[in-house]
C-alpha cells in the first residue's frame, strides 16, 4: 500500500480543529453522579464522560441564554441533555 502513495512531499500544517480540542482535567465529583452518568452511558451507549460534557455544556447554554433574555428569564432553544444523548447515539 506504501507504494501507491508518495507522502514525502507533503506539507505539514497546523491542525485548525486544535482550539476545539478538549482539554483533559481531573475532577472529584460524587459517587452517586459517577453513576448516574455511567448508567446514562450503559443505555445510551455514549461515554460517560461525554455525557458529563454535554450536561455542563447545556448548563452553561442556560445560563447565558437566560442572561441575554433578562425580561423572561426563559431560555430560547435550550437543547436538553436527553435529546442531545438520542442525537449521539444515532451518530453512531
Known sequence: MKDQYDLSK???RKNPYV???KKPV??????DVIDYFKR????NGVPYQSL???YL???????YTCMADQKTAKPKG??????AVKKLSLLK
Open 10 to 12: 507533503m506539507k505539514s
Open 19 to 21: 482550539s476545539k480540542l
Open 26 to 31: 481531573t475532577m472529584r465529583l460524587s459517587e
Open 40 to 43: 446514562m452511558s450503559e443505555e
Open 52 to 54: 458529563i460534557n454535554l
Open 57 to 63: 455544556r447545556d448548563q452553561l447554554f442556560v445560563k
Open 78 to 83: 435550550v437543547c436538553r441533555l436527553s435529546e
